[in-house]
C-alpha cells in the first residue's frame, strides 16, 4: 500500500495526543497501540532499545495490514505507541499497592511496633520468593502453592480479563497459556510494592525499567529453570494454562470449550410446518 502522511489538525505543546490528528490517522494509530500494547505485555514488559524498536516495527505492520494503508514513522507518532510502556507499568503498580497492603497484612502507623512488623513482614515475604506461594512460611520446606498466591490471579483478571472485550480474551494467540514476561511482570510489580514497606513506612518506589529491568530478567530467568526443571511434568504450562482459563472465566467471555452453534430442533421444525400449512392461506388472503 501507498506509504500516507498524517495530518495534524491541531498543534498543542504538551506531549503527542492521538486526537490531533486526522480520522484515519487516529483509527491507524489505535491499531498500532492495540497491538503494541498486547506485543510489549506478553513478549518484552521491560524492553531495551532493540526490543522497542522490534515490538514497534510489529506493531506498525499489523496497523498497515488492518488498514491496508502505510502510515510514515514520524517521531510524534512512534512517541504515542511507545508511551504505552510507562502507562502499563504504571497502571500495573496503581492496582498493586493496595492489594499488596491488604492481601499481605501491611499496616500504616505511626507506632513503632508496627514500622517493626512491616519491616520484618517485607523481608520475609521477598525472601525466597515467599509471596509467591498460595501458602507462605518462613521456612521453605513449608512454602506450598509457587505462583498460586491468590494476588497473581487477582492482578492478571484486573489488568488482561477486567471484560470479554479486553486484551487476554481478544489475543488468545498471545496470552494462552498465560506468558512467562507478562507473570515476570507481575511478579515484579508485586515486589516493587512489597519494597515500598522497606523502611517500615510506605515510602514511594516508582516502578521504572531503570530500577526494576534486572529484577524482572531475574523473575522471568526464575520462570524458565523452574519449567526446565519440572519439564516432564509440565508443572509451568499447567500452571499457566490455568491463570489464563481463570482470567477467561473471569472476562464473562463465553464458555471456553463449548462453540454455540445456531440449530434448530425437530420440534420448532414440526411446528413451523404445522402454522405454515394452517396459515398460509389465511395469510395470503390478509395481504
Not at 81 to 100: A, D, E, F, N, Y
Request: hydrophobic share 35%; charged share 25%; with cysteine.
Amino acid at each position: 500500500p501507498a506509504t500516507v502522511k498524517a495530518q495534524k489538525l491541531t498543534e498543542n505543546d504538551g506531549r503527542p495526543r492521538a486526537r490531533d490528528y486526522d480520522d484515519t490517522t487516529q483509527e491507524f494509530m489505535a491499531t498500532v497501540i492495540r497491538e503494541y500494547r498486547t506485543r510489549l505485555c506478553t513478549q518484552a514488559p521491560m524492553p531495551d532499545h532493540v526490543q522497542e524498536t522490534a515490538l514497534l516495527t510489529a506493531s506498525w505492520a499489523k496497523g498497515c495490514q488492518v488498514m491496508n494503508m502505510n502510515l510514515s514513522r514520524s517521531p510524534p507518532l512512534v512517541k504515542l505507541v511507545t508511551i504505552r510502556g510507562s502507562q502499563i507499568r504504571g497502571q500495573l503498580k496503581t492496582k498493586l499497592r493496595p492489594l499488596v497492603e491488604a492481601m499481605y497484612g501491611f499496616h500504616s502507623s505511626q507506632s513503632k511496633s508496627a514500622i517493626k512488623k512491616n519491616r520484618a513482614l517485607a523481608e520475609d515475604l521477598k525472601e525466597g520468593m515467599n509471596f509467591a506461594f498460595k501458602h507462605m512460611a518462613a521456612q521453605e520446606d513449608g512454602r506450598r502453592g509457587f505462583l498460586k498466591a491468590p494476588l497473581i490471579q487477582k492482578i492478571v483478571n484486573m489488568m488482561w480479563f477486567a471484560n470479554k472485550h479486553d486484551d487476554g480474551v481478544t489475543n488468545p494467540d498471545l496470552f494462552k497459556p498465560f506468558p512467562h514476561p507478562a507473570l515476570a511482570l507481575v511478579l515484579t510489580g508485586i515486589e516493587c510494592c512489597i519494597d515500598e514497606w522497606a523502611t517500615g513506612t510506605r515510602m514511594d518506589v516508582p516502578f521504572t525499567i531503570q530500577e526494576y529491568r534486572g529484577v524482572f530478567e531475574s523473575h522471568l530467568n526464575c520462570l524458565r529453570e523452574f519449567e526446565e526443571a519440572t519439564k516432564q511434568y509440565g508443572v509451568l504450562p499447567g500452571i499457566c494454562n490455568k491463570i489464563y482459563e481463570a482470567g477467561w472465566i473471569h472476562s464473562g467471555a463465553a464458555p471456553l470449550v463449548t462453540q454455540s452453534l445456531a440449530s434448530v430442533s425437530a420440534r420448532v421444525i414440526a411446528d413451523a410446518i404445522k402454522e405454515y400449512q394452517e396459515g398460509s392461506t389465511t395469510d395470503d388472503e390478509s395481504e
